[in-house]
């Protein structure tokens, strides 16, 4: 198959919801559809169970299965699908923000009981930073939830997003009958407990012919009527390049433990979702049908094992075609590694990858040359954008607590570091060190591992700091006033970047009006 064809095959993509909306329970059913597996129950769900916080090897045990479901690839319909995971528990936030930076679409999942929350809010925000087009899927129809129209509302007024309904609920809760597509203007009808892996749809060229009435009753029918001459007033047809554009989220209804709305989802999915896209090596637009390999590592999972210090390099194929066995250069490094252990994730399982193609994801085996977004290429320069690191919402002081495994404790910082873990902070004045983190379980993590795998024992002390602050200006001269003028502040993240650190967000406020030609940035890229 020509490289072309491999890459239109192709769709990478990632769900994303708030805790407990229905992701875990979404991917089994399209896993079921792709014959990945066999029966539901099978996908176990990457949540870290609060209550196994103090008991590590639970933890651990649970980010191994985070890891088997890191990427679950499968074939469907003639294309080639790569499902990434994205941790739910928001103390892994950042691992979520990373892997939306390897996919070309975002799927996600509502509550229609609950609506749009936090978390979604947060991702969403990642999505636009890069214009991911995005599917709303609104689950749990089977529950009493709230109108349809206002969930509509919800989604454009919290999650800055223009929607547009591709299909629409008939009834809800225990009443609830099914969903009419908008799309391919069919009827579907509801049955709990669904674990078919066909609907039946019925065809209603007419939404007016009395034939609705015979599958969902006069009152019903008459409703939907009303609902779909609004909602085509108010719609039309789906504008797929402003899909594309990120500008506008085709929404989907159903229920995903009833193996609902599903497969009608699936398949819209397939039809409009993109197939791997250009990205910017540096300054250079790269296509997937440039002939070179290059690709990118947005994800690190190391081996908990002291004995066997080694790691997955999670790395997204952007271009050309890899070959396992190859030479290729890494060009953070600048040199030439040879890749001869290499998986790919299909579903449950891991196995030897020979070649594989740009959407793809493979597992490289790593034994500490990789970093998040080392870039590597068949012998071009420069590294993929959009990877950044995004400011982290608490901070702590590293204190070494046995000067004589100080060694230790910097190996051990600098490769969690790299692994993504937690991101860590040098002052330009003395030797504090802040770490920062997205959630408090990241602190209990990093303490965990410098003990177990680097022998260091570590202490966090509270600081008082709102953000880290990526800065720079056009001026060279104002910059370097405000760095010697706020010397104290001034610090360095893992590629030497400036970085002020902001003590609260007042006198962040007040620092920006009282230096207006320097900017502040809460991402590392900018
Ligand atoms: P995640 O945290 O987003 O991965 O959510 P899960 O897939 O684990 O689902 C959370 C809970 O919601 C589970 O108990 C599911 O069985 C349930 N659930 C998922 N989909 C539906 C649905 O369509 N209707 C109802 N009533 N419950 C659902």
Redesign the pocket.
């Known amino acids: 198959m020509s490289l072309a064809k491999e890459i239109e095959k192709r769709r990478t993509f990632g769900i994303i ?10 991917t089994e059913k399209l896993l079921l559809f792709g014959g990945a597996i066999q029966k539901a129950g099978a996908v176990k ?1 990457n ?1 870290i169970d609060m209550h196994a916080r103090s008991d590590w090897m639970e933890i651990e045990k649970q980010r191994g299965i985070s890891v088997a479901t890191s990427v679950m690839a499968f074939e469907y319909e003639g294309s080639k699908i790569n499902l990434l995971d994205t941790p ?1 528990h928001q103390d892994f936030a950042e691992d979520t923000y990373r892997t939306l930076t390897a996919v070309d679409s975002v799927i996600m ?1 509502i509550d229609c009981v609950k609506g749009v929350e936090i978390q979604t809010e947060k991702l969403m925000e990642v999505c636009r930073m890069r214009n991911t087009p995005v599917i709303s899927f609104i ?5 009493e939830g709230r109108d349809p129209y206002d969930l509509l509302d919800d989604i454009e007024g919290k999650l800055g997003i223009n929607v547009h309904p591709l299909s629409w609920p008939i009834g809800m809760g225990k009443d609830f009958r099914g969903v009419y597509s908008l799309y391919d203007k069919s009827l579907r009808l509801f049955k709990a407990g669904g674990q078919q892996l066909h609907e039946e749809a019925f065809k209603f060229a007419d939404i007016n012919s009395p034939e609705l009435e015979k599958y969902v009753g006069e009152s019903y029918a008459a409703q939907l009527r009303e609902d779909v001459e609004m909602l085509d007033d108010l719609y039309g047809p789906l504008d797929v390049e402003a899909y594309l554009n990120g500008d506008v989220a085709p929404v989907f209804f ?5 193996n609902f709305g599903v497969k009608e989802l699936l398949d819209t999915f397939l039809k409009i979702s993109p197939a791997p896209k250009s990205r910017f090596l540096d300054e250079t637009k790269i296509t997937p049908e440039h002939k070179e390999f290059t690709g990118f590592v947005f994800k690190i999972h190391a081996n908990m094992d002291p004995k066997h210090r080694n790691r997955i390099a999670f790395l997204r194929i952007c271009s050309g075609k890899f070959e396992r066995g190859s030479n290729y250069y890494h060009t953070r490094q600048e040199k030439k590694f040879r890749i001869s252990q290499a998986t790919a994730f299909m579903a449950q399982d891991k196995e030897t990858v020979d070649e594989a193609y740009p959407g793809d994801i493979i597992g490289l085996y790593d034994t500490g040359n990789f970093k998040i977004g080392d870039t590597l290429t068949e012998g071009e320069k420069g590294m993929y954008r959009g990877i950044p690191s995004f400011s982290p919402e608490i901070f702590r002081e590293v204190i070494n607590k046995d000067a004589m495994k100080t060694k230790q404790l910097e190996k051990g910082l600098n490769q969690l570091m790299d692994e993504g873990v937690a991101q860590l902070f040098n002052f330009e004045l003395g030797s504090r060190k802040a770490v920062g983190v997205v959630g408090q379980l990241q602190f209990e993590v990093i303490q965990y591992r410098l003990k177990n795998e680097y022998g260091a024992t570590v202490d966090f002390a509270p600081m008082q700091l709102y953000k880290a602050c990526w800065i720079s200006s056009n001026d060279q001269k104002k910059l370097n006033e405000f760095i010697s003028s706020k010397q104290r502040h001034i610090a360095r993240d893992k590629d030497n970047k400036l970085v002020f650190m902001a003590e609260s967000k007042a006198w962040l406020q007040m620092v920006q009006d009282n230096f207006p030609d320097i900017e502040f940035h809460f991402t590392s890229e900018f």
Not at 19 to 26: C, E, F, I, Q, R
Not at 139 to 143: A, E, M, Q, S, V
Not at 254 to 258: F, I, L, P
């Open positions: 919801s708030h805790p407990d909306a229905g992701k875990t329970t979404l769900s949540k739910g999942v689950n749990k129809l089977d529950r159903g229920s995903a433990v009833n």
